[in-house]
């Protein structure tokens, strides 16, 4: 009876620590990641939507890396791009951007590592090649 009941114990142990992991706050590193990706993933959806207005295809590129110094100034710039406020999805994702950059000046400054400042690679990302399959 006693190995079952340590056995038991421990089972319930591990499934706390288990909890307790995915509870977890986000770092600020995890949190200007997963905000990068999604400004990115909502940016590419915009461009092939067929229902936006014109001036969507006039907009600056916004493929970020956040391990590269020059997405700041490509936040900056796509903040302060002066067309498209009328549409409502433009100004939602410039209102992320605007976030995405106070995060990454204010917030998490000293967490964060640039590895690279490599300007031209926010215009032409290297994509990862497409499964054929």
Partial sequence: ???TMKMLL???ALLSAALLAD???PTCYSRV???SKEITESFKELQTSKAVDSCVETLPRLYLDIHNYCVLAKLRDFVAYPRCERVLEVS???EKARSLYTIMISYCRRDLV???????ALENPILPPIDPS
């Fill in 1 to 3: 009876k006693l190995p």
């Fill in 10 to 12: 421990s089972l319930i």
């Fill in 23 to 25: 509870a977890a706050p």
């Fill in 33 to 35: 990641l997963s905000l």
């Fill in 92 to 94: 939602e994702l410039k």
């Fill in 114 to 120: 640039f590895l690279t400042d490599d300007c031209s």
